[in-house]
């Protein structure tokens, strides 16, 4: 079953403007993460938000959360070529079931 | 740094055949995670283990089965591979029970079924 949904599906922007990925899920959460997949790879962690945070900061990563709207939304300042990937959220179903639950992604593209 | 590997980065075989996808993990973590990877579906979960000898099924447990015999390795297996098993598979580790932790992923295993 699929909780998040990333939108855009598809991001391309100019290197060094900022960059804004949406998430949205289903039901109620412990917490939310955004992990990171460069062309044909495995996916990085980049960060975890949870339930009672609204935000949090991470270099030039800045994740937000609003539980009332069951929404993330992940930022990228100053964007580089290297940021070009595909960006997914995860999160867990409010239980103690390890599952995680996955969106099917952001392809984000930096034009040099 | 935690170490995910995965025993082939590709993989082709034919209808029928079994088929093992193997990964192991160096940092002594209690998850262990299979999924696969298809264009706009996301990571869709097959199987997981919380222990040794331990496993659960995820949302699409049909037609692989696992073994995790060693803490450290948690292999995947396909016991008759079909075309529709063709899919980039993806293996994960995570330190404690529950989900509040990263997971940590292996660099994948693109699979072809012909």
């Known amino acids: 079953s699929q909780q998040g949904e990333e939108d855009p599906q598809a991001l391309s922007i100019q290197e060094g403007e900022n960059a804004t990925m949406n998430c949205s899920y289903k039901?109620?959460?412990?917490?939310l993460q955004w992990y990171r997949q460069n062309s044909g790879r495995g996916l990085v962690h980049l960060i975890l938000?949870?339930?009672n945070e609204r935000e949090k900061h991470s270099g030039r990563l800045r994740v937000t959360l609003d539980t009332s709207k069951k929404s993330s939304s992940l930022l990228i300042t100053a964007s580089r070529a290297a940021d070009t990937a595909s960006y997914f959220c995860?999160?867990?179903?409010?239980?103690?079931?390890?599952?995680?639950?996955w969106g099917a992604g952001t392809k984000l593209i930096i034009k040099p | 740094d935690v170490k995910v590997t995965q025993s082939s980065r590709y993989l082709v075989k034919r209808t029928g055949e079994k088929v093992f996808l193997e990964c192991v993990q160096d940092?002594?973590?209690?998850?262990m995670f299979w999924y696969r990877q298809d264009p706009g579906l996301g990571l869709r979960l097959i199987y997981f283990?919380?222990?040794?000898?331990?496993?659960e099924k995820g949302d699409i447990p049909e037609g692989y089965s696992v073994s995790r015999e060693k803490k450290e390795r948690f292999s995947l297996i396909l016991e008759s591979a079909s075309t529709n098993q063709t899919s980039m598979y993806l293996c994960?580790?995570?330190?404690?029970?529950?989900?509040?932790?990263?997971?940590?992923f292996g660099p994948g295993t693109r699979l072809t079924v012909l």
């Open positions: 994960a580790s995570s330190l404690f029970r529950g989900t509040g932790r990263e997971q940590f």
């Open positions: 039901t109620s959460i412990n917490n």
């Open positions: 283990s919380y222990d040794v000898k331990m496993k």
């Open positions: 995860a999160t867990d179903a409010g239980n103690s079931n390890y599952q995680l639950i």
């Open positions: 938000i949870r339930s």
């Open positions: 940092m002594d973590h209690e998850n």
